[in-house]
Every structure is written in structure tokens, then in C-alpha cells.
């Protein structure tokens, strides 16, 4: 049985069952939003096939990315050079029979290194037990070299191996990995949902993490609100100078700061983005629950002020900035072009 999960029962049951029957399929990708507990359920599956021991328990969970040293060992790769991070290619072993992957280097993207590092581990034979599991963490990442590298593994695996992969969408993975793998869909959980998981863990502002987590436990679990204000912050001026709220000057030091971090990525600054735009829009239709209720007057001015038009654009942009976070783009460079696109749409004295 898999135990101490939270959420997604029906992905569990499913899981469970092949594990009861002893009919696992070789590869299994899961899908669904970031943060649902995707990795988790892996690990959780892992300790069962592998019969882990508390001990081994404890390695496999020890490989969790989201845990305080391996975000170090990240943002520590980050800073060495291309080649010297090509030499080493990075993944996580503490228990010898389950091997996780995940992106790697600025740009965060699984490389064809990686993958042909798991091809040379996949021909090894268990340490012990009959089972190998390996984890690819946000194949969605992976580039088209090593897409294709992957897929040569998956066409012929060797029988002891069990290969789980996760990603967002599974459409953005190549039609043949798709084809080659057993997908199980992950969900969002209801706020309530997370709001529990929360006051187990005997985490502070469980509400409030659970409004933010929109709809992640992982998310609403690792949030730091400190750091998410000082994002919002920033993202409520730009969203205010791009509807004429607020003086275009005012979002020049922000912006200065936002480039000068090399620790702060845009993709940070988007995901608070994304959630701003779901209040404003909310709120223009008359909704009065959103995410962020202690800036609604602020998000309630802007959604006063501007069109459907202008709230649809605003989206577009984001998405657009999202699809170009793997191209390295100037974080300073994108947000004032979307601000300064979308203030054009909003008449002067509006």
C-alpha cells in the first residue's frame, strides 16, 4: 500500500492496484500542474516495490528536490560553467535502486548528458530485490537531443527497470514518448483539501498558504510569505503602471532590482503575476473570493480601469514570457514590454 500521500486518490488507487497485481508498466508518466505531490508519489511508490526498510525510506525521501540542501546543490550548480556541469550531469542516488533526474544548469532543462547517463545506470542490475525505479522529474524540460536520447531507452528497457517521468502537459513531449508511456492525470486540490494537509504539518497561515498554493500542497507547503509579499509587491506596481494607475517612474526601481538579482528568476515573479491577473480578473465579474483579499481594493481599482481586451492581452503576454523562460530572456527587458504594451491600450485619463 502507498501511505502518507495526500491528495489525487484516484491516481493513487491506480497505483496501488498495479502494485497488488504485480502489473506495472515499464514507463508511467504523471501530469498535472507543479507542486500536486507528482515526485512525492513517485517516492512513495518507489519504497513500496522496492521494499525499502525505514532506513531506505528515509534515502529515497532524502532525494526530494524541493528539500532545503538540494535547492543549494541547484542554484550551486547554476554558477559552474557549461562543460563542467556537461562532465558531471546531475542526479540523485542515496538509495542505489532508485535514481532520480531532474533539470538542471540556468535555464533548468533536463540535458542529452543526463539522459545518456541514465542509459549507462539502466543496464545495471538491481542491488538487491528485483526492481530498479528512475525518476525523470519535468521531462517537459528536456531538450530535443535529449528527448530523443530518452526515447531510444524507452523503446527497449531493460525488464528490471521502472522508469516514472512527470510533466505539466504531457503535449508538450514528443508524440513517441507519449505513446510509450501509461499516463496518470494529476489534479489541483480544493483549498480545503490543502488547508488540512497544512495544519497537520503545523505550519503557520495555513489559509492563507492554501489560497496561494492555488491548488498545490507542495507549493502552499514550501511558500515562503515574506519573499512572496516583496514579489507581489512588485508585480501589483507593474500591473498598476500597465492600466495608468501608476506613474510609469515608479516602476524603474523595481525593475532595477527585479535585473540586478541573479538569485531571483523571472519565472518567480510570473507565477505571482499569473495569480494577480486570476483576482483582477475575478473581481471585474462581480467574484468577491480571490487569492490575494488584503490588496482587493488595489486589484479592484485596476480591474475598474481596464478592459476585457487589455485582460486577455495581459494573459497572452505572461504566457508568452513563460514560453520564452528556457531562452535565457532579460528579466528587466520583458516585463517593461509587457507594461509598456499594455498601457498603450489604456487611454490617457482613463
Same mark, same amino acid.
Given at each position: 500500500?502507498?501511505?502518507?500521500?495526500?491528495?489525487?486518490?484516484?491516481?493513487?488507487?491506480?497505483?496501488?492496484e498495479?502494485?497488488?497485481?504485480?502489473?506495472?508498466?515499464?514507463?508511467?508518466?504523471?501530469?498535472?500542474p507543479?507542486?500536486?505531490?507528482?515526485?512525492?508519489?513517485?517516492?512513495?511508490?518507489?519504497?513500496?516495490?522496492?521494499?525499502?526498510?525505514?532506513?531506505?525510506?528515509?534515502?529515497?525521501?532524502?532525494?526530494?528536490?524541493?528539500l532545503?540542501?538540494?535547492?543549494?546543490?541547484?542554484?550551486?550548480?547554476?554558477?559552474?560553467?557549461?562543460?563542467?556541469?556537461?562532465?558531471?550531469?546531475?542526479?540523485?542516488?542515496?538509495?542505489?535502486?532508485?535514481?532520480?533526474?531532474?533539470?538542471?544548469?540556468?535555464?533548468?532543462?533536463?540535458?542529452?548528458?543526463?539522459?545518456?547517463?541514465?542509459?549507462?545506470?539502466?543496464?545495471?542490475l538491481?542491488?538487491?530485490?528485483?526492481?530498479?525505479?528512475?525518476?525523470?522529474?519535468?521531462?517537459?524540460?528536456?531538450?530535443?537531443q535529449?528527448?530523443?536520447?530518452?526515447?531510444?531507452?524507452?523503446?527497449?528497457?531493460?525488464?528490471?527497470?521502472?522508469?516514472?517521468?512527470?510533466?505539466?502537459?504531457?503535449?508538450?513531449?514528443?508524440?513517441t514518448? +507519449?505513446? $510509450?508511456?501509461? %499516463?496518470?492525470?494529476?489534479?489541483?486540490? &480544493?483549498?480545503?483539501?490543502?488547508?488540512? #494537509?497544512? =495544519?497537520? !504539518?503545523?505550519?503557520?497561515?495555513?489559509?492563507? +498558504?492554501? $489560497?496561494?498554493? %492555488?491548488?498545490?500542497?507542495?507549493?502552499? &507547503?514550501?511558500?515562503?510569505?515574506?519573499? #512572496?509579499? =516583496?514579489? !507581489?509587491?512588485?508585480?501589483?506596481?507593474?500591473?498598476?503602471?500597465?492600466?495608468?494607475?501608476?506613474?510609469?517612474?515608479s516602476?524603474?526601481?523595481?525593475?532595477?532590482?527585479?535585473?540586478?538579482?541573479?538569485?531571483?528568476?523571472?519565472?518567480?515573479?510570473?507565477?505571482?503575476?499569473?495569480?494577480?491577473?486570476?483576482?483582477?480578473?475575478l473581481?471585474?465579474?462581480?467574484?468577491?473570493?480571490?487569492?490575494?483579499?488584503d490588496?482587493?481594493r488595489?486589484?479592484?481599482?485596476?480591474?475598474?480601469?481596464?478592459?476585457?481586451?487589455?485582460?486577455?492581452?495581459?494573459?497572452?503576454?505572461?504566457?508568452?514570457?513563460?514560453?520564452?523562460?528556457?531562452?535565457?530572456?532579460?528579466?528587466?527587458?520583458?516585463?517593461?514590454?509587457?507594461?509598456?504594451?499594455?498601457?498603450?491600450?489604456?487611454?490617457?485619463?482613463?
Open positions: 500500500m502507498i501511505h502518507n500521500f495526500h491528495g489525487n486518490p484516484e491516481a493513487v488507487e491506480t497505483l496501488t498495479m502494485l497488488a497485481t504485480d502489473r506495472i508498466p515499464q514507463t508511467i508518466l504523471l501530469s498535472g507543479s507542486g500536486v505531490g507528482k515526485a512525492t508519489l513517485v517516492r512513495r511508490f518507489a519504497s513500496v516495490i522496492l521494499d525499502a526498510s525505514p532506513a531506505d525510506l528515509a534515502k529515497i525521501e532524502n532525494d526530494d528536490f524541493f532545503p540542501h538540494n535547492i543549494e546543490l541547484l542554484a550551486e550548480r547554476e554558477k559552474l560553467a557549461s562543460d563542467k556541469r556537461s562532465d558531471d550531469p546531475f542526479m540523485l542516488s542515496t538509495h542505489a535502486d532508485f535514481i532520480s533526474f531532474a533539470p538542471d544548469g540556468p535555464l533548468r532543462q533536463i540535458s542529452i548528458q543526463q539522459m545518456r547517463l541514465l542509459k549507462d545506470q539502466a543496464r545495471l538491481p542491488s538487491r530485490g528485483k526492481r530498479r525505479v528512475f525518476l525523470i522529474d519535468q521531462i517537459d524540460r528536456a531538450n530535443e535529449a528527448a530523443n536520447s530518452l526515447l531510444k531507452v524507452l523503446e527497449e528497457p531493460p525488464p528490471h527497470l521502472l522508469i516514472f517521468m512527470t510533466a505539466e502537459n504531457p503535449y508538450d513531449l514528443l508524440a514518448i +507519449r505513446s $510509450r508511456s501509461v %499516463n496518470l492525470r494529476m489534479h489541483r486540490l &480544493a483549498e480545503t483539501e490543502i488547508s488540512s #494537509f497544512l =495544519k497537520e !504539518r503545523g505550519l503557520d497561515a495555513p489559509e492563507r +498558504r492554501a $489560497r496561494l498554493g %492555488n491548488g498545490s500542497p507542495g507549493a502552499a &507547503a514550501t511558500i515562503d510569505l515574506e519573499v #512572496f509579499d =516583496k514579489r !507581489r509587491a512588485s508585480m501589483l506596481n507593474l500591473l498598476e503602471v500597465a492600466s495608468r494607475r501608476a506613474a510609469f517612474g516602476w524603474i526601481k523595481n525593475v532595477e532590482s527585479i535585473s540586478a538579482s541573479k538569485s531571483e528568476k523571472l519565472e518567480y515573479y510570473l507565477e505571482v503575476l499569473f495569480l494577480l491577473l486570476e483576482d483582477i480578473l473581481l471585474a465579474h462581480g467574484f468577491e473570493q480571490i487569492r490575494n483579499p490588496i482587493a488595489q486589484l479592484k481599482a485596476i480591474a475598474d480601469a481596464v478592459s476585457l481586451v487589455w485582460m486577455r492581452r495581459a494573459v497572452q503576454l505572461t504566457d508568452e514570457m513563460v514560453r520564452l523562460l528556457r531562452r535565457n530572456i532579460q528579466k528587466g527587458i520583458a516585463l517593461d514590454a509587457f507594461a509598456i504594451e499594455l498601457r498603450d491600450m489604456v487611454p490617457v485619463g482613463a
